[in-house]
């Protein structure tokens, strides 16, 4: 049964208050500060699900205030995110940078920018994450509030803040992101014929027979390919490092050694070919420390490039919808595709490097081999095909 709040005793002047506010469905406390030069009332308030929440945010704000800290009368949000965005980003990713600029000068600015940072009050930022909500998914808009957020910490840690407000509120849902698609079956064989010959057909095949994520795929090099293993080992790629920070794959259990099927063995063979001899009409040296997926410079292919070839792909492949795909639904599909085909679940997790087992965390851990196999050889009875490897033919660019 709903706690329907009951009516209390009104606050005496000067006191804080604490009331329910129906239409937000959550309690409001408000702290009287008296009038501004306006002559408008001068109450900031903060928002919880409970009495007690708000009581211990009350209590907070209180201790903020009697500080003495104080906002510069003229400093806005959007040099407070500005700042941040200049100064509190060292080190960091120059993608991550671009999303988090993009993200502010989207959805931040344009809304409170404005807007005096020291008359932020936690009803605007309620109102303003209600109505992002409707137009961002939930996680990008807990970026959103993310960025904001630590756009006023850092201006409290320089004095141009007093209290941090995006503190004192809650991060609605948001809409429901866009959901992942996996090729059928029929699909993936029209991709996998599409291109032959060049390297964006070699990167789609080893993506879908193989299952490698694509911030793993663009710095791979020769050295980490190993098609040609002495004993008995099967052909396999190590994917042990991503374009991540440091180099470092996703998570601890996604360095692994992945058998590669018979098609993507033959497509990867006829890539290195036409790799070899690209570098020797260069006149350079060649050596297996060279990406695999390079640039005509041969340096490391952006996800912006990969993605217009890889739809490119697509159109040769009588995609209607391509720009409704991307690179990473090669993975999913890769996923979707072993599912069909009878692999267990268990088994598709340690292949594509996902929460396993024990033993899988201390395979992983430890980075040794033995090669996982199942994926590949699933793959070879899937797709039995030789993928059109061919010996030679274009370095198509788009």
Same mark, same amino acid.
């Given at each position: 049964?709903?706690?329907?709040?009951?009516?209390?005793?009104?606050?005496?002047?000067?006191?804080?208050?604490?009331?329910?506010?129906?239409?937000?469905?959550?309690?409001?406390?408000?702290?009287?500060?008296?009038?501004?030069?306006?002559?408008?009332?001068?109450?900031?308030?903060?928002?919880?699900?409970?009495?007690?929440?708000?009581?211990?945010?009350?209590?907070?704000?209180?201790?903020?205030?009697?500080?003495?800290?104080?906002?510069?009368?003229?400093?806005?949000?959007?040099?407070?995110?500005?700042?941040?965005?200049?100064?509190?980003?060292?080190?960091?990713?120059?993608?991550?940078?671009?999303?988090?600029?993009?993200?502010?000068?989207?959805?931040?600015?344009?809304?409170?920018?404005?807007?005096?940072?020291?008359?932020?009050?936690?009803?605007?930022?309620?109102?303003?994450?209600?109505?992002?909500?409707?137009?961002?998914?939930?996680?990008?808009?807990?970026?959103?509030?993310?960025?904001?957020?630590?756009?006023?910490?850092?201006?409290?840690?320089?004095?141009?803040?007093?209290?941090?407000?995006?503190?004192?509120?809650?991060?609605?849902?948001?809409?429901?992101?866009?959901?992942?698609?996996?090729?059928?079956?029929?699909?993936?064989?029209?991709?996998?014929?599409?291109?032959?010959?060049?390297?964006?057909?070699?990167?789609?095949?080893?993506?879908?027979?193989?299952?490698?994520?694509?911030?793993?795929?663009?710095?791979?090099?020769?050295?980490?390919?190993?098609?040609?293993?002495?004993?008995?080992?099967?052909?396999?790629?190590?994917?042990? %490092?991503? $374009?991540?920070?440091? #180099?470092?794959?996703? +998570?601890? /259990?996604?360095? @692994?050694?992945?058998?590669? &099927?018979?098609? =993507?063995?033959?497509?990867?063979?006829?890539?290195?070919?036409?790799?070899?001899?690209?570098?020797?009409?260069?006149?350079?040296?060649?050596?297996?420390?060279?990406?695999?997926?390079?640039?005509?410079?041969?340096?490391?292919?952006?996800?912006?490039?990969?993605?217009?070839?890889?739809?490119?792909?697509?159109?040769?492949?009588?995609?209607?919808?391509?720009?409704?795909?991307?690179?990473?639904?090669?993975?999913?599909?890769?996923?979707?595709?072993?599912?069909?085909?009878?692999?267990?679940?268990?088994?598709?997790? %340690?292949? $594509?490097?996902?929460? #396993?087992?024990?033993? +899988?965390? /201390?395979?992983? @851990?430890?980075?040794?081999? &033995?090669?996982? =196999?199942?994926?590949?050889?699933?793959?070879?009875?899937?797709?039995?095909?030789?993928?059109?490897?061919?010996?030679?033919?274009?370095?198509?660019?788009?």
């Amino acid at each position: 049964m709903t706690d329907v709040p009951s009516r209390s005793r009104r606050a005496g002047r000067g006191d804080d208050s604490i009331y329910w506010d129906k239409s937000k469905n959550r309690y409001i406390g408000a702290v009287s500060l008296g009038y501004t030069p306006s002559g408008k009332r001068n109450r900031p308030t903060v928002s919880g699900k409970t009495k007690a929440e708000v009581r211990q945010k009350l209590r907070d704000l209180r201790k903020e205030l009697a500080s003495g800290a104080k906002t510069p009368a003229n400093y806005t949000v959007s040099q407070a995110v500005t700042d941040w965005l200049a100064q509190g980003l060292k080190g960091r990713e120059v993608a991550s940078v671009d999303t988090y600029k993009s993200l502010a000068e989207n959805h931040i600015i344009p809304q409170l920018g404005k807007g005096k940072l020291r008359e932020l009050e936690a009803d605007a930022l309620d109102e303003w994450l209600d109505a992002e909500a409707k137009v961002l998914a939930t996680q990008s808009l807990k970026m959103v509030y993310s960025i904001l957020r630590r756009s006023i910490s850092h201006s409290q840690r320089r004095g141009r803040a007093f209290r941090n407000i995006a503190e004192l509120v809650d991060v609605p849902e948001g809409k429901a992101g866009r959901p992942s698609k996996s090729l059928s079956l029929e699909q993936a064989e029209a991709v996998l014929r599409s291109k032959t010959g060049t390297w964006i057909h070699a990167y789609v095949v080893l993506a879908l027979l193989v299952g490698v994520r694509p911030e793993e795929t663009r710095p791979l090099t020769w050295s980490h390919v190993h098609l040609t293993p002495p004993g008995m080992e099967k052909p396999h790629v190590d994917v042990w %490092r991503s $374009v991540r920070r440091h #180099g470092d794959t996703k +998570t601890r /259990k996604s360095r @692994r050694s992945l058998a590669m &099927p018979r098609q =993507t063995v033959a497509v990867m063979k006829a890539h290195k070919q036409r790799e070899q001899a690209a570098c020797l009409a260069d006149g350079k040296e060649w050596t297996d420390e060279r990406l695999v997926f390079p640039t005509e410079a041969g340096e490391l292919r952006s996800a912006l490039n990969v993605r217009r070839n890889f739809r490119a792909l697509l159109k040769e492949a009588g995609f209607e919808d391509p720009e409704e795909w991307t690179p990473r639904e090669l993975r999913t599909s890769f996923v979707s595709v072993l599912s069909d085909h009878g692999i267990p679940i268990e088994v598709i997790s %340690r292949v $594509v490097g996902h929460n #396993g087992s024990a033993t +899988t965390e /201390k395979v992983y @851990r430890k980075q040794l081999r &033995p090669v996982i =196999t199942e994926g590949a050889e699933a793959m070879d009875d899937i797709f039995p095909g030789d993928g059109g490897a061919v010996e030679d033919g274009p370095r198509d660019e788009v």
